[in-house]
């Protein structure tokens, strides 16, 4: 990811206005957390961007900072590339620090597209799981037009990502230098390595106007496609995620969805903006009708509570945010046993 | 907001975004930078003469 700078510089500027917070991301910056992986962060800007130019300017001016990247969303006037970080409390930690220099809101602000940045390319059917994953779980549920996923590379003849949700990276530089949780020979020990596994590829999702909760959501689901896709640690783990959430498609009747072209994957490949886009729109009907009833529910859930069958499915979203808590608990229990000495 | 028209009824109005009920929202952590520091005070000049009194 081209940035043109250097962490620490970054760090240093900020430190001026978030001194305490500055402090912790420049301790916390490598440190891989539960063997989940490591987190960039792409800030898109939809407005004029003024908030962030005397922070460009510090950083070496915007030749330096923002020109060396050609990337961005289309209507966006700027995007800061930061650099990554060992795990999603030091990015979240890292994007607060910039929102108290600039003034500027970064999480839940239209203006602002947040981009998150993890290592490993998944397949095509792990890059949907990634996106719906992403989707159901955000504490945010929105509507697209097409146009909202448009960037610069969209049609670039070189590099030709398409308007998706999950996008690869476009080659260029790529930081190794954080921990990749293995397995040793035998199967049950962990083997910590000083780098991840591969010499570059990402896989990137747009998040639109993100969160906290989605940049915590899709580490945790992004490490878990990754390992699965690698070998790594948590590929047990992975892939009975994958099942899970299969299952979860199929009871809905949605287990389709993960056919579309959620990522473009080959260059030669045809365009399938608009298959994916079909795949987007079923998911986000389905998932703005659910919000109702959900809503309607808790509204007599007081009152007619004893009427709603035992049997009836709570519904898509709280089955994905019960996956997610399952999930997230297991990756936390697993490694903690480790931490004390015990088998998995 | 996506406005769906139809010849003859009400225009109706979409979200693009609604907050989903399924998720709790967190509390927000509150700021832990150390708050602006406050002027020094400095102790009033008191004169010889009050002191003796």
Not at chain 1, 8 to 28: Q, S
């Amino acid at each position: 990811m081209p940035y043109g700078y250097k962490l620490e510089d970054l760090l240093a500027i900020l430190h001026d206005r978030a001194p305490t917070k500055a402090d912790a991301v420049a301790l916390d910056r490598r440190r891989v957390e539960h063997g989940l992986l490591s987190v960039g962060l792409k800030i898109h800007h939809l407005g004029k961007g003024r908030q962030f130019f005397s922070l460009v300017e510090r950083l070496g001016g915007a030749s330096n900072v923002l020109e060396i990247n050609m990337y961005k969303h289309s209507q966006a006037s700027l995007c800061l590339v930061l650099p990554p970080v060992g795990n999603a409390r030091a990015a979240i930690a890292l994007s607060e620090c910039i929102e108290r220099f600039t003034g500027c809101a970064l999480f839940g602000n239209q203006k602002i597209q947040i981009q998150l940045c993890s290592p490993g390319r998944l397949d095509a059917r792990r890059s949907a799981l990634l996106a719906i994953g992403f989707y159901l779980g955000s504490d945010t549920l929105r509507r697209y037009a097409l146009g909202d996923l448009e960037t610069t590379v969209s049609r670039d003849v070189r590099y030709r990502r398409g308007q998706r949700l999950v996008i690869y990276d476009a080659g260029g530089d790529f930081d190794r230098g954080f921990e990749w949780w293995d397995r040793s020979g035998n199967g049950k020990d962990r083997l910590i390595r000083p780098q991840l596994p591969f010499e570059n590829g990402r896989s990137d999702l747009l998040t639109g106007n993100g969160s906290r909760l989605d940049i915590e959501n899709i580490n945790l689901l992004a490490t878990l496609l990754v390992h699965a896709k690698y070998q790594g640690y948590w590929s047990k783990l992975g892939e009975q995620f994958e099942e899970d959430m299969q299952s979860l498609l199929d009871r809905h009747l949605l287990a389709g969805l993960v056919n579309a072209p959620w990522v473009r994957t080959g260059y030669a490949e045809r365009a399938g903006d608009m298959e994916f886009f079909s795949a987007l729109q079923e998911l986000v009907a389905y998932v703005f009708e659910e919000s109702v009833r959900v809503k309607k529910k808790s509204s007599i859930l007081f009152s007619r509570w004893h009427e709603i069958p035992a049997t009836s499915s709570r519904g898509i979203l709280h089955e994905m945010q019960s996956l997610l808590q399952k999930y997230r608990t297991e990756v936390v229990r697993q490694s903690r046993l480790h931490d004390n000495g015990g088998h998995t | 907001m996506i406005r769906a028209h139809q010849p003859g009824s009400q225009p109706i109005d979409i979200p693009e975004v609604i907050p989903n009920p399924t998720v709790v929202p967190k509390q927000e952590p509150i700021p832990k930078e150390p708050a602006p520091k406050e002027p020094v005070k400095v102790p009033e000049k008191v004169s010889h003469e009050r002191q003796h009194r």
